[in-house]
């Protein structure tokens, strides 16, 4: 097995050890103190400049997490919708054909984008250094795992595909349609079992935020990982993971 083939199949574990290393955040706690959140420190920088006071900018980064939490849990629902369940986070690589339905005919890669905007969301409950590391290293995954599947599907697919690349964004949205529609049905009810923990996480934010309180939030957050872990025990391989 080719190393790219092997970070695939195990890139959900590699995810949750990013995440833990984020929290944890060892450069901050070499400092001997209980290191502060992202949202704390960023609401200090920007209070900082005189614009905006404390509170304000507390509510503003709060506010930014929120939305693409959001975006995260709506974009990544979308696109888990026109997959076969197994395929959204299976251990093997999927060629058997080019899905463009749903936010793939506006974007090549909707699920992994979703999990950036999710990365993004989540870090501000890490102390700074964590939440650097674990957006740097995330993206570095992402771009791993794209170049993998992508080299996989050329391979597979051919001139089918290499025509998708070249009319389809790789990260960023286009404004319209590039491809027509095809004739996958989406199934809303799979995607959102399998998104449990992305929509746990806009729940829990919308709910919690007020408290100014990131360990209730963080914990919010596990507890909603917790819920879809289960709902995949019980329910086996018809509910992708959440992340």
Do not use: K
């Not at 695939?8 to 995440?19: C, D, E, G, P, Q």
């Not at 949202?39 to 200090?44: C, M, N, P, Q």
């Not at 990260?171 to 746990?200: D, I, K, L, Y």
């Amino acid at each position: 097995m080719r190393p790219s083939e092997w970070l695939f199949r195990y890139r959900r574990s590699a995810l949750i050890l990013i995440f833990v290393c984020g929290f944890w955040a060892p450069l901050d706690r070499l400092q001997g103190a209980h290191p502060a959140s992202t949202w704390l420190w960023l609401s200090g920088v920007l209070a900082s400049q005189g614009t905006l006071s404390m509170a304000t900018s507390t509510v503003l980064v709060m506010g930014l997490a929120i939305l693409m939490a959001l975006l995260a849990a709506l974009l990544r629902t979308w696109a888990a919708a026109y997959l076969r369940s197994p395929a959204v986070q299976d251990s093997e690589l999927h060629a058997e054909r080019v899905v463009a339905d749903g936010p793939y005919r506006y974007v090549r890669n909707p699920l992994y984008v979703g999990l950036w905007l999710y990365t993004l969301a989540v870090a501000i409950l890490m102390p700074p250094s964590g939440a650097l590391f674990v957006v740097i290293a995330v993206t570095v995954l992402i771009l791993l795992l794209i170049r993998t599947e992508e080299r996989n599907l050329a391979t597979e697919r051919g001139e089918a595909y290499a025509a998708y690349v070249l009319i389809v964004p790789r990260f960023f949205p286009a404004t319209s349609p590039r491809v027509p529609a095809g004739a996958n049905q989406a199934r809303w009810m799979q995607a959102f079992m399998g998104e449990v923990h992305t929509w746990g996480v806009v729940v829990t934010y919308l709910a919690f935020a007020d408290r100014y309180n990131a360990t209730i939030l963080i914990q919010g957050v596990l507890i909603s990982l917790g819920i879809s872990m289960m709902l995949r025990a019980f329910l086996g391989p018809s509910v992708p993971d959440a992340v």
